[in-house]
């Protein structure tokens, strides 16, 4: 899905092997993630990766609606992942597409995995994760924001999850996909890792690798999902820090430029 | 979707205080809460703006595209606003269809923005009953604490007042600056007893007894209205309410054209 007027490939990777925004191959986007950006949620996080700005709140243990959802024996975990419509290039139509719904899935899921469900029967954990505006990567972001709101809920869980999209673009293994590499690359490779068992739970990829350099990305991966989760701890370290006292912070805003 | 739950004691305890002209968080009665606007908030928007009121916040994205004019206003570009209240904003708001609670804040604003004519639609004509530019107002609710209309006016208007005409992406001229010709805002007030609040937190919407907002534009028209919740207000406190809705919709006009700041 190219931008209006963007009609050529461009050249992904230049000839001192940077990358259109000058990264090197392994290197992550700038990420900041902030802990309880918002007042009514249970728990919450924003998340700015890159050109990216994602927003996570979660609510619960609470009751389950509709009712014939509730489970007996453990919570259950839904979630929303929405684009706004001012998000991407060319207006988005308001609501949950199909995409939406399958990335929906796939992180409720990678969240099942995680979270002490049978601690909160008949209840439900509600995740919603809002993309205000996108530049690739947007499911990984929203893990990431999640996740981080989870444990600013304070929802029992193995551990957080720290997500990246690996991708092969001018014929190279890179991480951390922006929009032009994810648009014009040759494959695409999301994952979420739970750093204390070193396994994925979730994995997604779409184009073409051979087996060494699914090998190759799948370690890649790796390596930037352990840089992303020092950030996230950071994050609540510095929500929950008792020293200095800091202000409970908001969504935030940048100087003006 | 469920409604906002507020103990009977803190519903009490709000009433009572407002009769002795006090409020919860502190607040005279015709005292607003702090706004902050940051523009361009949104990098992948022909406009933006990201509002705080207060706890609240609300941000907006305006995206401008070629579409067919309406037949019977062949001359004029096409303007659709339209409010979210998603999920992650409250704890009372569920995913599905819009409530009419949504739909109610994206009339309103609609209303307010079509009413003073802020945006300049003949400017958005193109060729005459064949094609012209849709304006889309996109309010994003992010955090539910209460004045939801006000907010999202300001955010709305706020994105508007720094949005592009994107030309070269669609091949319709040069990017220009969107022609705003008016600045409406809504002032919303909460019946509290014999007390009328400006701008109510959520904790004061579920307590009062009435709501009533004004739109007003910077040369002295009231744009529109709408009486909301169960409660009544007399034509004479109305009449007050408009003097105050200028006074408060005046000051928010120029921190919109000042650049934002509190």
Redesign the interface.
Known sequence: MG???AKEVPQLIGPDGRRIDGRQLDELRPLRIVAGA?????G?AFVEWG?N?V???V?GP?EV?PRHLQQNNKAIVQC?Y?M????????KR?G?DRRSQEISKVIAEAFESVIFAEEYPRTSI?I???V????AGTRCAGLVAASVALADAGIPMVDLLPAVAVGKIGGQIALDLRKEEDNFGEADLPMALVPQSGRLVLLQMEGHMNREELSRSLDLGVVGCRKIYDVMKQALRDRYSVTPAAPAP??P??APA | MSEEVTAEILTTHILELAQGGKRLDGRAVDEYRPVTIQFGYVASADGSALVRLGNTTVLSGIKLEPGKPFPDTPNAGVLTTNAELIPLSSPTFEPGPPHPRAIEVSRVVDRAIRAAEAVDLTGLCVTPGEKCWTCFVDIHVLDHSGNLIDASMLAAVSALSRATLPGKRFEIGEDAPLNIRHLPIETTFCRLGETIVVDPTFEEETAAQGRVTIATDEIGNVVAMQKGLVGAFAPEEVKQLVDRAFRHGDRLREQIRRGGGP
Do not use: C, W
């Open positions: 931008s209006v007027g918002l007042h009514r949620a249970d919450s050109a700005k927003m996570a709140a609510y609470r609606h929303r929405n706004a419509a001012f998000s991407v290039d060319e207006r308001p949950l509600d919603y994760i809002e205000l505006q996108a530049n908001s969504v805003t940048e």
